[in-house]
T-cell receptor, first 109, second 114 residues
Framework: GQNIDQPTEMTATEGAIVQINCTYQ??????LFWYQQHAGEAPTFLSY??LDGLEEKGRFSSFLSRSKGYSYLLLKELQMKDSASYLC??????????WGAGTKLIIKP | NAGVTQTPKFRVLKTGQSMTLLCAQD?????MYWYRQDPGMGLRLIHY???????AKGEVPDGYNVSRLNKREFSLRLESAAPSQTSVYFC?????????????FGSGTQLSVL
């Protein structure tokens, strides 16, 4: 079966750095997405990785290792507004998106 | 620019009642999707459409019907609601389904079936 694993919840301090991991086992791979979802709101796109390595976009970076079936989202200089759920999703060989259950990130002052 | 508009935002139904969720996008996207989101689970695809007049089943299609009314609009109908259909429903759209093409989501419908 297809599976995506993320930690259920993480806590971090304002101004700090946090890394949210995602491991996947899917039938084929055509890219990995990260979305941010604030409570009661819709998911919004953060990043897309299809090649191994690190993609940096401001305070957010996303890393992919295809051989390990592993990705992480790195958030720097955490702000209170970063409190949200972070969803990892993989595009499989049929171009269907397989979603993880999401990681709820709590930022404390 | 409205993006993806979804109605209603909240609804409470009794078991056996029917309802239609409406979704419209103004980005000229070909692909439209209906997802449900339940606590502790990833988004699950109910049905999707790859263009006007087309529909296809997703991961959890039972109990739902969809209609791609035109390029802009994609509706989801529950003919006889069941408590298991209590969930948050999201409509989404995209240009295509491959590569780096991101999804744009509507604001969601919180549905409770009693």
């Amino acid at each position: 079966g297809q599976n995506i694993d993320q930690p259920t919840e993480m806590t971090a301090t304002e101004g700090a750095i946090v890394q949210i991991n995602c491991t996947y086992q899917t039938s084929g791979f055509n890219g990995l997405f990260w979305y941010q979802q604030h409570a009661g709101e819709a998911p919004t796109f953060l990043s897309y990785n299809v090649l191994d390595g690190l993609e940096e976009k401001g305070r957010f970076s996303s890393f992919l290792s295809r051989s390990k079936g592993y990705s992480y989202l790195l958030l720097k200089e955490l702000q209170m507004k970063d409190s949200a759920s972070y969803l990892c999703a993989v595009l499989d060989s049929n171009y269907q998106l397989i979603w993880g259950a999401g990681t709820k990130l709590i930022i404390k002052p | 620019n409205a993006g993806v508009t979804q109605t209603p935002k909240f609804r409470v139904l009794k078991t056996g009642q029917s309802m239609t969720l409406l979704c419209a996008q103004d980005m000229n996207h070909e692909y439209m999707y209906w997802y449900r989101q339940d606590p502790g689970m990833g988004l699950r695809l109910i049905h999707y459409s790859v263009g006007e007049g087309t529909t296809a089943k997703g991961e959890v299609p039972d109990g739902y019907n969809v209609s791609r009314l035109n390029k802009r609009e994609f509706s989801l109908r529950l003919e006889s609601a069941a408590p298991s259909q209590t969930s948050v429903y999201f409509c989404a759209s995209s240009w295509t389904t491959g590569g780096p093409e991101k999804l744009f989501f509507g604001s969601g419908t919180q549905l409770s079936v009693l």
